[in-house]
């Protein structure tokens, strides 16, 4: 691996270089190197998963005062579930500094979703280990809550039922959605939703589907109304 080069990438320096080093070692890498004693990063990434967890966990505690915890709970498990720990790595480009044996690289491992979600849970116990809880807390400010606020996680949260409850709290105003407008070609649409409370535009939302439009609308609308 290019440990420069990441460190470059993501704006972080090491101190403990070996550790950085341990986050991308695969145990197939180990298993062929054993004359280098090597350690692979399996138990980084189960100090990863935890930090992870507190750090997601105290955003959406900070973020969101009037979430429920059941619906706290759903939105967690969506951001930490493998797929989207898959894309965090895929984006950062962690792939191509994953050290690999040759049966591991030669089956496609470098693209695996679950090692690659693994690789990423362990650079983050090893950037833990190495800077501290409010290091790590930042890198997951710089990459994963933006895509939290953008409603990438939309699909796990039913954030129209969040918005009729709360505006019933306070009047009982009608609430209506609206897709104004579909944008691309039709293997690839996006459709534009509006969410209209008392008649006026409070959200507007983006997304593959036309029920995808209307949930982000509806964040936007929360994301209004608790700011």
């Known amino acids: ?3 420069q080069k990441l460190e470059e990438q993501l704006g972080i320096t090491f101190n403990d270089h070996q550790l950085l080093r341990q986050a991308f070692t695969h145990s197939s890498y180990v298993n062929e190197h054993r004359q280098e004693n090597y350690e692979d990063n399996e138990r980084l990434e189960f100090l990863g998963d935890a930090v992870l967890e507190l750090g997601v966990s105290q955003y959406l505690f900070r973020k969101n005062s009037n979430m429920p915890e059941g619906e706290m709970t759903k939105l967690r498990a969506a951001i930490v579930c493998e797929p989207s720990l898959m894309n965090f790595a895929q984006e950062l480009g962690f ?3 994953i050290l690999l044996g040759k049966g591991e690289e030669q089956t496609g491992g470098r693209e695996r979703p ?3 979600a693994d690789v990423f849970e362990a650079f983050l116990g090893a950037l833990y280990l190495d800077q501290g809880f409010n290091i790590s807390l930042k890198f997951l400010e710089e990459h994963v809550f933006p895509k939290i606020n953008t409603g990438a996680f939309s699909h796990a949260m039913d954030y129209k ?3 009729q409850e ?3 709290q306070y009047k009982n105003l009608a609430v209506e959605y609206k897709i104004v407008k ?3 070609p039709s293997h690839n649409k996006e459709f534009v939703a509006q969410v209209f409370i008392d008649e006026k535009v409070s959200g507007e939302g983006i997304g593959r589907t036309k029920k995808e439009a209307e949930q982000r609308a509806a964040k936007k609308a929360l ?3 608790h700011n």
């Open 1 to 3: 691996m290019d440990a």
């Open 95 to 97: 792939g191509s500094h």
């Open 114 to 116: 679950a090692l690659l």
């Open 182 to 184: 579909e944008v691309g």
């Open 161 to 163: 039922s969040q918005l």
């Open 166 to 168: 709360l505006i019933q």
């Open 223 to 225: 994301d209004k109304y």
